[in-house]
């Protein structure tokens, strides 16, 4: 069975800090997806990032970064320089990989992040 | 494209009503998801189709649930008799499997049962 924990459930950090969220995965499967999305105080869903596991390559889009271990079964993910606007709660997920998210999504139970000004 | 959308976006409704929530995926998508968000339980796989065809409903909750995708471009969630603790956000997702797309999010209807 699969299984993602993110075992922040809260992380209140100040404007122009970084910030790393955590998750940790488990799965039977050597192919798999990892995701990131975003839900912020609208409600909605953003996607922000995906990976399969046999890219370790470690990704940087702006402020936002990502550390993919297979040998931790992590993938964390950073913020640099936060802004207020970062406030969300964030969701680590997990597919297999016979349709990279075809297959529906194990998701965490996310990290509340507050970017206090 | 306008993206994933769901309807109504909010529903209230009395113990033992029936329920039905809407959704029409990304034009072009064959993949089609219905996920659950409550506090306790957080994002739950309901179910999810492939070519309009239900794959897993292993996540449906109970029989009082249930999905259909009668064509590409539409599916409902019904809940029947619904009950307080059915109460949630119900999002419909899709993604093309061909394309190997990840999956795109509806803005959820919130389905409140009192």
């Known amino acids: 069975a699969q299984k993602v924990t993110q075992a922040q459930t809260e992380i209140s950090v100040v404007e122009k800090e970084d910030v790393t969220l955590d998750c940790v995965y488990e799965t039977r499967d050597t192919t798999y997806y990892l995701f990131w999305y975003k839900q912020p105080p609208s409600g909605e869903l953003v996607f922000l990032i995906r990976r399969n596991s046999f890219d370790e390559q470690n990704e940087i889009s702006g402020r936002y970064s990502w550390n993919f271990q297979k040998s931790t079964s992590s993938f964390n993910f950073t913020i640099t320089a936060s802004q207020v606007v970062d406030s969300a709660v964030y969701f680590c997920a997990l597919s297999e990989a016979s349709g990279g998210g075809a297959d529906g999504l194990t998701f965490g139970k996310g990290t509340h992040l507050i970017i206090q000004p | 494209d306008a993206g994933v959308i769901q309807s109504p976006r909010h529903e209230v409704t009395e113990m033992g009503q029936e329920v039905t929530l809407r959704c029409k995926p990304i034009s072009g998508h064959n993949s089609l998801f219905w996920y659950r968000q409550t506090m306790m339980r957080g994002l739950e796989l309901l179910i999810y189709?492939?070519?309009?065809?239900?794959?897993?409903d292993s996540g449906m909750p109970e029989d009082r649930f249930s999905a259909k995708m009668p064509n590409a471009s539409f599916s409902t969630l019904k809940i029947q008799p619904s009950e307080p603790r059915d109460s949630a956000v119900y999002f419909c997702?899709?993604?093309?499997?061909?394309?190997?797309?990840?999956?795109?999010f509806g803005q959820g209807t919130r389905l409140t049962v009192v």
């Open positions: 997702a899709s993604s093309s499997r061909r394309s190997n797309t990840e999956a795109f």
């Open positions: 189709f492939n070519n309009n065809v239900p794959i897993d």
